[in-house]
């Protein structure tokens, strides 16, 4: 795999970052600002970028709908999956825990889109 095929994967990521703070500044009401806090939203938008294009390339995901349903499947499985416990465990509010995972979604299904058009 050369340079070229793997150059979407950091700008959608940057992409991703900015859908990310844009999402926390509106519906939560949150601004990003410490330099800890963009890294790792960058890492985690890294991370994620990756994975979903992993998956497009290995399971060869051939239209965009199909790529939709990759990035809403993988959310689910990824982050819901493995955050879920934390609403109960912490006592989380089922609006905070959908408007701070919504945008994870829709963060996911942006990051497919873009994987799919670019590759």
């Known amino acids: 795999m050369d ?14 970052l900015g859908f990310i703070y844009l ?3 509106k519906m939560r ?11 790792a939203a960058l890492f985690g ?8 294009d992993v998956i497009q ?4 995901v051939d239209s965009l709908p199909n790529m939709i349903k990759v990035s809403a499947g993988c ?5 819901i999956a493995t955050n ?4 109960v465990i912490y006592g ?8 701070d995972y919504g945008g994870d979604l829709l963060s996911f299904i942006l990051a497919g889109i873009l994987i799919y058009v670019s590759t």
């Open 3 to 16: 340079v070229m095929q793997v150059l979407h994967i950091p700008i959608i990521a940057l992409i991703n």
């Open 23 to 25: 999402w926390n500044l």
């Open 29 to 39: 009401q949150r601004a990003m600002r410490t330099p800890k806090v963009w890294l």
């Open 45 to 52: 938008s890294l991370f994620n970028v990756w994975g979903l």
């Open 57 to 60: 390339r290995d399971f060869v």
């Open 75 to 79: 959310w689910l499985v990824f982050v």
């Open 84 to 87: 879920a416990k934390y609403l």
């Open 92 to 99: 989380w509010s089922k609006r905070d825990f959908w408007l």
